[in-house]
């Protein structure tokens, strides 16, 4: 159980795209996703925490109109990153949190984004 | 604020040896501490938690944690590793005022030497 999906699992494109990452849980109810960005030999980094149905809440220095976030539905939150440039290659993770309350997050496998 | 120090960036340890990963946090309220396993280019799984109760938690694939209250420190072991442990190591805590949000340690590589 626990299952958190993400597409794609990497992705390369280039600078002035968009590129669209989805994170799902898969067998359980989130009401809470959270969006990370790692970078090498770094630890995690939160990014925003995504709640169903409401509006994305971000850390501080992270730019809300570059990374788009929506919490559509109680197993799917996306993240896309407008207007990528090579300063936003990194390693994205996402977490899910059991609707349940449980306090623990369940992480997907991460996206890997070039921006060439 | 809560802040999670791992005080080892690297530890090298032969097969079969015991290891300590070290992991200390501050927090001015309770709170939760998990310790999560990353593989290269993975994202992260988790190893045990500590939420309430026995203050000495097993995981998965043999290891255990202690929470110690008093020295703040929450140090991931294992008896006897396996090549297969080789990963990074990272410690988190949540809950207080975060509202569920994990904050991280730097991470500690462990690397086990056949």
């Known amino acids: 159980g626990a299952v958190v999906s993400q597409h794609p699992s990497r992705v390369i494109c280039k600078s002035g795209t968009s590129v669209k990452i989805e994170c799902r849980s898969l067998d359980f109810q989130a009401t809470t996703m959270f969006w990370y960005r790692q970078f090498p030999k770094q630890s995690l980094m939160l990014m925003a925490t995504?709640?169903?149905?409401?509006?994305?809440?971000?850390e501080q220095g992270v730019e809300k109109d570059k990374f788009l976030i929506n919490h559509a539905s109680l197993t799917l939150s996306t993240l896309t990153v407008t207007s990528a440039h090579p300063e936003d290659s990194s390693f994205y993770i996402c977490?899910?949190?059991?609707?349940?309350?449980?306090?623990?997050?369940?992480f997907g496998p991460g996206t890997r984004l070039l921006v060439l | 604020a809560q802040s999670v120090t791992q005080l080892d960036s690297q530890v090298p340890v032969f097969e079969e040896a015991p290891v300590e990963l070290r992991c200390n946090y501050s927090s001015s309220v309770s709170v939760y501490l998990f310790w999560y396993v990353q593989y290269p280019n993975q994202g992260l799984q988790l190893l045990l938690k500590y939420l309430s109760g026995s203050t000495l938690v097993k995981g998965i694939n043999g290891f255990e944690a202690e929470f110690n209250k008093s020295q703040t420190s929450f140090h991931l072991r294992k008896p006897s590793v396996h090549i297969s442990d080789t990963a990074e190591y990272f410690c988190a805590v949540s809950g207080g005022t975060s509202y569920g949000k994990l904050t991280f340690g730097q991470g500690t590589i462990l690397t086990v030497h056949p």
């Open positions: 995504s709640n169903e149905g409401s509006k994305a809440t971000y």
């Open positions: 977490s899910a949190r059991d609707l349940r309350g449980e306090e623990t997050q369940y």
